[in-house]
Nanobody
Framework: QVQLVESGGGFLQAGGSLRLSCAVS????????MGWFRQAPGKEREFLAA???????TVADSVKGRFTISRDNAKNTVYLDMVSLKPEDTAVYYC?????????????????????WGQGTQVTVSS
């Protein structure tokens, strides 16, 4: 059974930094593409970043320069490092996995292309 478990969310002040982790378990073939998304109340799920199992990554323009995705295959963990956080970054953050090697430019940013999702972790940034 494939499982994704996020951790690392919390409450912090604007300008702070946070690292989110996503521990994955199950068939390794299910994790060829890993992605991070977020969803704020009343808004659609927003793509943040994606990383391929054997190299290659992309970060959404909206958070580029502040968010970084990385992956430790030995630990079966994907990370999202966030710096200079703003109140508008407040949301539930989700990691997702796809068994396909998605195209980082076209299909990786679309939530519908991911097969598995974590339960989400709340990030709240105060002004």
């Amino acid at each position: 059974q494939v499982q994704l478990v996020e951790s690392g969310g919390g409450f912090l002040q604007a300008g702070g930094s946070l690292r989110l982790s996503c521990a994955v378990s199950g068939r390794s073939s299910a994790f060829n593409t890993m992605g991070w998304f977020r969803q704020a109340p009343g808004k659609e799920r927003e793509f943040l970043a994606a990383e391929m199992r054997y190299g290659g990554s992309t970060v959404a323009d909206s958070v580029k320069g502040r968010f970084t995705i990385s992956r430790d295959n030995a630990k079966n963990t994907v990370y999202l490092d966030m710096v200079s956080l703003k109140p508008e970054d407040t949301a539930v953050y989700y990691c997702a996995a796809s068994g396909f090697r998605l195209n980082l430019a076209t299909t990786a940013p679309k939530a519908s292309n991911y097969d598995y999702w974590g339960q989400g972790t709340q990030v709240t940034v105060s002004s």
